[in-house]
T-cell receptor
Framework: AQKITQTQPGMFVQEKEAVTLDCTYD???????LFWYKQPSSGEMIFLIY??????QNATEGRYSLNFQKARKSANLVISASQLGDSAMYFCAMFPNRDDKIIFGKGTRLHILP | NAGVTQTPKFQVLKTGQSMTLQCAQDMNHNSMYWYRQDPGMGLRLIYYSASEGTTDKGEVPNGYNVSRLNKREFSLRLESAAPSQTSVYFC??????????????FGPGTRLTVL
């Protein structure tokens, strides 16, 4: 069965430190995509980063990078130099290419401390 | 280009009442989705539509019906609302393969309370 697991329900990190949010996934599809979304307290879902299963390099978008380890089926989000505005809920999601369902993890609530 | 729009933003219903949540996208996407988000549960897929004229059940379809009216619009109907359907509802759309990634674009959400 296809599944996304985020094992950290909550994290507290000091401002300016780097943060790693864990995500593991399970799929038998050879082709899939992995996403991270940010949900601030205002409620909207904000796309952060995407990694395709066949991408040779780890995805990066500004301060966000995705540590993709295909053999371990993990897709951890790394936020460098965290800021107070990074405090939010973060969701990992998977898009198996053979159907149109996108599966979300339960999320990690990140708190950045001043 | 408004992206994904949802109406209403807030709604309070009494048990047994019915209502329809509206969703529209102007990005010419093929696929559209309805999710519900409950505290501590992440997003759970209710129904999705891979293309105009098709709909499929997601993880939690009971108590809901959907209509893919055309390529732009995908509505979610609660025929007889129950308190267990109190949640935040998100509509999303995506066009698989676009630019090599399948980003989902989300609407702002509808906060529904059923008394």
């Amino acid at each position: 069965a296809q599944k996304i697991t985020q094992t950290q329900p909550g994290m507290f990190v000091q401002e300016k430190e780097a943060v790693t949010l864990d995500c593991t996934y399970d799929t038998s599809d050879p082709s899939y995509g992995l996403f991270w979304y940010k949900q601030p307290s205002s409620g909207e879902m904000i796309f952060l980063i995407y990694q395709g299963s066949y991408d040779q390099q780890n995805a990066t978008e500004g301060r966000y990078s995705l540590n993709f380890q295909k053999a371990r089926k993990s897709a951890n989000l790394v936020i460098s130099a965290s800021q107070l505005g990074d405090s939010a809920m973060y969701f990992c999601a998977m898009f198996p290419n053979r159907d149109d369902k996108i599966i979300f993890g339960k999320g990690t609530r990140l708190h950045i401390l001043p | 280009n408004a992206g994904v729009t949802q109406t209403p933003k807030f709604q309070v219903l009494k048990t047994g009442q019915s209502m329809t949540l509206q969703c529209a996208q102007d990005m010419n996407h093929n696929s559209m989705y309805w999710y519900r988000q409950d505290p501590g549960m992440g997003l759970r897929l209710i129904y999705y539509s891979a293309s105009e004229g098709t709909t499929d059940k997601g993880e939690v379809p009971n108590g809901y019906n959907v209509s893919r009216l055309n390529k732009r619009e995908f509505s979610l109907r609660l025929e007889s609302a129950a308190p267990s359907q109190t949640s935040v509802y998100f509509c999303a759309s995506t066009s698989p393969g676009l630019a090599g990634r399948n980003e989902q674009f989300f609407g702002p959400g509808t906060r529904l309370t059923v008394l």
